[in-house]
């Protein structure tokens, strides 16, 4: 087990996400400065999903539950994060 913190931006049509360095293998497709961008965003009033190209094979999906905060991003095998946002300015939800 391990403490580690991401970050995600959101915005009509797209978004990005920022890994800790513990979810960046070795064999990953760069990013930009550290950031990837989200595909298939979709954002309703209870949840955020999307998709990311951390490599050729390995395209994790991220899911948030709007309500509780809760974060799960799932790839390939063992790959994965589980955790809990928080929303950075103020508003009717935690994430």
Same mark, same amino acid.
């Given at each position: 087990?391990?403490?580690?913190?991401? !970050? #995600?931006?959101?915005?009509?049509?797209?978004?990005?996400?920022?890994? *800790? /360095?513990?979810? %960046?293998?070795?064999?990953?497709? +760069?990013?930009?400065?550290?950031?990837?961008?989200?595909?298939?965003?979709?954002?309703?009033?209870? !949840? #955020?999903?999307?998709?990311?190209?951390?490599?050729?094979?390995?395209? *994790? /999906?991220?899911? %948030?539950?709007?309500?509780?905060? +809760?974060?799960?991003?799932?790839?390939?095998?063992?790959?994965?994060?589980?955790?809990?946002?928080?929303? #950075?300015?103020?508003?009717?939800?935690?994430?």
């Amino acid at each position: 087990m391990f403490d580690a913190s991401l !970050m #995600i931006q959101t915005w009509a049509g797209g978004g990005r996400i920022r890994l *800790p /360095r513990s979810l %960046i293998p070795p064999i990953n497709s +760069r990013g930009n400065n550290g950031w990837w961008d989200l595909h298939n965003v979709s954002v309703s009033p209870d !949840m #955020i999903r999307a998709t990311y190209r951390l490599n050729g094979l390995n395209k *994790p /999906r991220v899911m %948030i539950d709007r309500r509780t905060g +809760r974060i799960t991003v799932q790839g390939l095998s063992n790959y994965g994060f589980r955790g809990t946002c928080d929303l #950075i300015g103020n508003g009717p939800h935690r994430f």
